[in-house]
């Protein structure tokens, strides 16, 4: 596992965003680059991520990219590939860079499941392991979490104790990318960060974000089978 940083903001809010259900974490830090203008300030290396990039709009997108929001002080971790099997070291390698960065908090976005559909605009939910940060989700009007399953990095990261680990869950019914609900999280996140985000933008470029991600990924998806049947046709 390889953390590399060309820039190390001291202090910064942490958030990450991993694909996930509906795409919500990916969807959602994607959107927050673009309107914050973060800059590309680092990435992240591990063996069992296959040595590949994609290639979108003629520029390389890294598979794990770390971006830095240098007026809100805010570090986005922007994920574009399975990290399926690895959630414990990219879990540890976070809790390690916030260690490193003295960070004040790391946020977790996550879409969840929820059998027969949405009706009307998703819930977002929060589950938080601070009880000052606790305090702020609810002045925010966010409801809190009280049952469920967390899988995942997210899961792996509420474990850790050094840091305080808060969470923005919202329903979506889809596997497919979902934008309606990523601008939810959106707007839990501007009510609790105070960002000044309007969360319009995404539902207008809905389509744009669907897109592109879903290409990527899928390209990601494909490179994976080819490496591995190569990886077959050596031993057999």
Do not use: R
């Amino acid at each position: 596992m390889k953390v590399k940083l060309f820039k190390k903001p001291k202090g910064p809010i942490i958030v990450e965003g991993f694909p996930g259900f509906g795409l919500i974490g990916t969807i959602t830090t994607e959107f927050l680059i673009e309107q914050l203008k973060a800059e590309l300030i680092g990435y992240i290396k591990l063996d069992e991520i296959p040595a590949m990039v994609a290639i979108h709009d003629s520029k390389v997108v890294n598979p794990i990219g770390v971006f830095y929001d240098e007026k809100n002080n805010i570090v986005i971790f922007h994920v574009v590939t399975s990290v399926q099997n690895i959630e414990w070291q990219l879990a540890e390698a976070i809790s390690k860079l916030a260690a490193e960065l003295e960070a004040k908090e790391i946020i977790s976005l996550e879409g969840v499941a929820t059998p027969g559909g949405v009706e009307g605009e998703a819930k977002t939910f929060f589950y938080a392991n601070d009880d000052k940060n606790i305090k702020k989700f609810e002045d925010s009007k966010i409801e809190k979490l009280k049952e469920g399953i967390i899988i995942g990095v997210t899961g792996a990261l509420l474990l850790e104790e050094n840091i305080p680990v808060s969470c923005v869950f919202v329903e979506t019914s889809s596997g497919m990318p979902d934008s309606k609900a990523s601008a939810e999280v959106v707007k839990a996140l501007d009510k609790y960060l105070n960002l000044d985000i309007d969360p319009d933008p995404l539902l207008e470029q809905a389509k744009k974000f669907e897109d592109k991600l879903q290409k990527i990924l899928e390209q990601t998806k494909h490179a994976t089978n080819e490496k591995d049947k190569k990886a077959l046709s050596y031993v057999g």
